[in-house]
């Protein structure tokens, strides 16, 4: 479960940033190529230069191998599946530098102009001199000579590994990576532990993400790319060539048991939902609105609270679900076709007064709007600072909310979309006891101090944090958006959800 606010903060939130290129500086440089996979290059100086190489490097930090500014980023790290050969060439093509890891740096010499060489002048003719007999020599013999055995350079002991991968949008749906798919920039990938903690968060850049230097055992890739409209995974584990399939399951989650010196890859496809595609059926949404002001309406500005929501089943008496929310959150929840019950728990000094009833299918024909990305954008942005006497809509909105029991069940079809349900807090009023009269006895009696039934209630629900007060200046968290969240949260929600 997420917070509605994120829903609607990532339909609002669109930005791009455009890094101007910087041009090279002429100077001299030179580089160094260590390691053993990854490997490293280290430049000195100053410059651009680009990268080539027939084996394929996959680059941390997300460089591409291109218009690498030495002074921005004088180490780079890369990976390859064979001790690979690189090329570095200066941007102005003056200087390039052939490195082979494991061997000594080469550098190529520039091309210049051929120059005219003069022929050497004639010498002399000598005559040659009158013959001289031999000299026969005793041969010598020489004793072999023993070279010492050179020592290896001995290879550091790999006590890491690294996981990698290439997140892309998979246009026809089918697992496979296809040259003409394309890599997606900006993708949250997450690494997480085997107790599903996240370890490291990066994002990827032209589709490529690295964690690097991670300790061997298990853990778990996930990636999250709701936030930018790309709401299902490809299938698992398609074709026959792993270099170019996606690897999360159902659940957006590979599993990895890395081992020290691994390079495992792990890629994900990933593709949207046609705007038209609004297919949503059996969807339960429920939040809280305490009451300050006693007029039994949620309220523009009143608060949410704590509280914990359970699912019953109405025909079995079966509990289905339970989930503790906490303060501006919400339960959002898909159901089998059935007739439910929801029941709300909430803190001591508060009580739980009726449930506020909307089907689905009656908001969004009221409201009557195309759900498209620019309908529900425009709508939220032109929404998102109204206040309360601005927003005339408003009450027209909440007309739609029918007040009922807190015992009233609803019931799904196939065929609806589901319930928004709004639970009504009150402030427990407190109940004095009444004082036990005097008895005529010689024994003087002494009235029970007053309690209230609030203090001794107990309740199945407890929270560390403070209560909140009546009249504080809280958003609800549909309201905070007046109409908003009811086609722009719940639209973003419905469509996480499908």
């Keep these: 479960m997420r917070k509605i606010g994120m829903y609607i903060l990532a339909c609002l ?100 102009e051929p120059v005219t060489a ?12 009158p013959a001289e007999e031999p000299v026969k020599e005793e041969p010598v013999k020489e004793e072999p000579v023993k070279e010492e055995p050179k020592p290896e350079t001995e290879q550091p002991v790999a006590t890491t590994g690294t996981i990698n991968g290439i997140i892309w949008y998979d246009e026809n749906e089918d697992g496979i990576r296809q040259e003409k798919e394309t890599r997606i920039n900006d993708v949250p990938v997450y690494l997480l532990n085997k107790e599903y903690d996240v370890v490291e968060e990066v994002y990827t850049k032209d589709g490529l993400y690295t964690f690097t230097d991670i300790k061997p055992g298990t853990y778990y890739v996930e990636v999250y790319g709701m936030d930018i409209g790309y709401y299902y995974t490809s299938p698992k584990h398609q074709g026959t060539d ?62 949410t609270i704590p509280a914990t929501y359970t699912v019953t089943d109405a025909i079995t008496g079966k509990d289905v679900y339970t989930e503790k929310i906490g303060k501006d959150d919400a339960l959002m929840i898909e159901m089998t076709p059935g007739t439910y019950t929801i029941k709300t728990e909430v803190a ?34 032109g929404m998102a600072g109204e206040e309360e006497e601005e927003f005339p809509e408003y009450d027209e909105f909440l007309k739609l909310f029918k007040r009922k029991a807190t015992t009233d069940s609803v019931t799904l079809t196939e065929d609806t979309m589901g319930y928004f349900l709004v639970a009504e807090i009150a402030k427990a009023k407190p109940i004095v006891e009444p004082k036990p009269k005097p008895t005529q ?34 958003p609800f968290p549909y309201a905070a958006t007046g109409a908003g969240l009811a086609v722009v949260g719940l639209w973003l929600l419905l469509r996480r959800a499908g």
């Design 348 to 381: 001591a000094g508060y009580t739980v007064e009726a449930m506020h009833h909307v089907s689905l299918d009656d908001l969004m024909d009221s409201l009557d709007l195309g759900l498209t990305k620019a309908n529900v954008k425009a709508l939220a942005v």
């Design 242 to 303: 792993p270099t170019i399939d996606s690897d999360l399951d159902d659940e957006d989650l590979a599993r990895v048991k890395l081992k020290a010196g691994d390079i495992v890859q792990i890629d994900a496809g990933l593709y949207g939902q046609d705007e038209e595609e609004m297919d949503f059926a059996n969807l339960l949404l429920v939040t809280n609105f305490l009451d300050a002001n006693e007029d039994k309406i949620p309220g523009y500005s009143e608060q």
């Design 441 to 474: 006895t010689s024994v003087k009696t002494v009235a029970a101090p007053e309690t209230s039934v609030a203090d001794q209630k107990a309740t199945n629900t407890t929270s560390n944090e403070r209560l909140p007060q009546a009249g504080e200046d809280e």
């Design 13 to 112: 939130l669109v930005f791009g940033v455009i890094t101007p290129a910087q041009a090279e500086t002429a100077s001299t440089w030179d580089v160094k190529g260590t390691g053993t996979n990854p490997y490293t290059l280290t430049f000195t100086g100053e410059g651009v230069v680009n990268l080539e190489s027939e084996t394929e490097l996959v680059f941390a930090d997300g460089l591409t191998g291109q218009a690498i500014d030495m002074t921005k980023t004088p180490t780079v790290t890369f990976t390859a599946e064979t001790a690979p050969i690189v090329k570095i060439i200066s941007e102005d093509q003056t200087k390039t530098v052939l490195i082979e890891f494991g061997r000594e740096v080469k550098e190529e010499p520039t091309l210049e």
């Design 118 to 129: 003069e022929p050497p002048a004639e010498e002399p003719i000598k005559e040659d001199p």
